[in-house]
């Protein structure tokens, strides 16, 4: 089964930036370039939301409230997807996980992002 590791979380002003990296490691059914991989997030009391999804052809979607903020991106060679935050706001602040969409995918155990006013 792949193992997912996030990274890259941490404490920032708004307006800042951050950029979360989430390596896979470990046996797949699948190589990591075929892979759909996706970021969610996850504040205190609220659900599970949708940040970012990414194909293996790279081809991405995003959730609305990070559209034009948050860019999702992958290299393939390093088994890693990234995601880079600009514009960050308060009510960014979560625990971000990264998760294979793939049948039976994995989740990350998080990163948590702080985005202080």
């Known amino acids: 089964q792949v193992q997912l590791v996030e990274s890259g979380g941490g404490l920032v002003q708004a307006g800042g930036s951050l950029r979360l990296s989430c390596v896979a490691s470990?046996?797949?059914?699948?190589?990591?370039?075929?892979?759909?991989m996706a970021w969610y997030r996850q504040a205190p009391g609220n659900p599970r939301e949708f940040v970012a999804i990414?194909?293996?052809?790279?081809?991405?979607d995003y959730g609305d409230s990070v559209k034009g903020r948050f860019t999702v991106s992958r290299d393939n060679t390093k088994n890693t997807v990234y995601l880079q935050m600009t514009s960050l706001k308060p009510e960014d602040s979560a625990v971000y996980y990264c998760?294979?969409?793939?049948?039976?995918?994995?989740w990350g155990q998080g990163t948590q992002v702080t985005v202080s006013s």
């Open positions: 990414i194909t293996g052809g790279g081809n991405t």
């Open positions: 470990g046996r797949s059914g699948s190589m990591f370039s075929q892979k759909v």
């Open positions: 998760a294979d969409r793939g049948p039976g995918g994995s």
